[in-house]
């Protein structure tokens, strides 16, 4: 069994920064791409950052220059530093991984956190 879990979601002012983490744990072989997802009210699920296993990033445009998405592979952990928020910015969060849990490798997802950048 893996699990993603997430966490450092919150309310926070337009200019704001917070920093999200999600933390896989359980049977795990080893990970290869991390990233991070969000989905706002009534618009589909798009990617905001990933990063492959060796540190390679890549970005959605609206994030770029105020994003950055990092990982500890010795932790299993991949963190998404958002700086200058803004209020579209506001989605539910959610972390992904490619993990191989010994049986080859499968996509896993974490609950969601929730981020709301309002004044």
């Avoid at 337009?14 to 990233?35: K, N, W």
């Avoid at 492959?52 to 998405?69: E, M």
């Avoid at 579209?88 to 974490?110: H, K, Q, S």
Wanted: net charge positive; with cysteine.
């Amino acid at each position: 069994q893996v699990q993603l879990v997430e966490s450092g979601g919150g309310l926070v002012q337009p200019g704001g920064s917070l920093r999200l983490s999600c933390a896989a744990s359980g049977r795990i072989f080893s990970i290869d791409d991390m990233g991070w997802h969000r989905q706002a009210p009534g618009k589909q699920r798009e990617l905001v950052a990933a990063v492959a296993h060796g540190g390679s990033t890549n970005y959605a445009d609206s994030v770029k220059g105020r994003f950055s998405i990092s990982r500890d592979n010795a932790k299993n952990t991949v963190y998404l530093q958002m700086n200058s928020l803004k209020p579209e910015d506001t989605a539910v969060y959610y972390c992904n991984a490619r993990i191989d849990y010994g049986f080859g490798y499968r996509d896993y997802w974490g609950q969601g956190t929730q981020v709301t950048v309002s004044s």
